[in-house]
């Protein structure tokens, strides 16, 4: 339920998402962006309005990782990777052997904003040249990206449909 709720509030992985087997971001370029972490509350766009959602709690771990911890206490680890444009890119484990799952990030003062990367609204030609390997509508490989940081940079995002906010 933890990992659901992180890919919800981390711009709905599930629609369009970029993942990979291995990380493609080291731990030498996560960043403690958040601090000492704190307890958020969630928000998600629903028919146009804001819902509140779960919160979640967030707990600063070696090398610059979170956990992000929900009400029952199951735990995701989630790391951040700045981009120099300001934002981030979140890398967060999936279930299983689903490899890791990625999602740009803003980081207004005490608000986390997901920016969604939907895979269908990219650039197709320049996906297929960067080594993007497409496996569904809603899942696009990003093991052969050679320079990861470059790749998210390019990247168009749309509207925010969440956010969390520091309590």
């Known amino acids: 339920m933890l990992r659901i709720a992180v890919v919800v509030l981390l711009s709905a ?8 087997d291995h990380p493609v971001f080291g731990p030498e370029s ?25 919160p979640i709690e967030i707990r600063p771990r070696e090398a610059n990782a ?21 934002r981030y890119v979140a890398q967060t484990k ?9 999602v740009i990030a803003r980081i207004d003062g005490p608000q986390i904003v997901p920016l969604p990367i939907d895979c ?15 496996r569904s509508q809603y899942e696009c490989r990003i093991d052969a990206v050679k320079d990861p940081t470059g790749f ?13 906010v520091r309590q």
């Open 120 to 134: 269908d609204k990219q650039d197709q030609a320049r996906m297929a040249s960067l080594g993007v390997v497409r």
């Open 66 to 86: 979170y956990d992000f911890v929900n009400q029952n206490g199951a735990a995701n680890r989630v790391t951040f990777h700045p981009l120099p444009d300001g």
């Open 13 to 20: 992985l599930l629609s369009g998402c970029f993942v990979s």
């Open 30 to 54: 996560a960043v403690r962006v958040l601090g000492d972490g704190g307890k958020y509350a969630t928000f998600e766009q629903v028919d146009g309005k804001e819902q509140p959602g779960d």
């Open 94 to 102: 999936l279930d299983a052997d689903q490899g890791y799952g990625y």
């Open 152 to 164: 998210f940079v390019g990247l168009k995002t749309t509207e925010p449909v969440s956010r969390m």
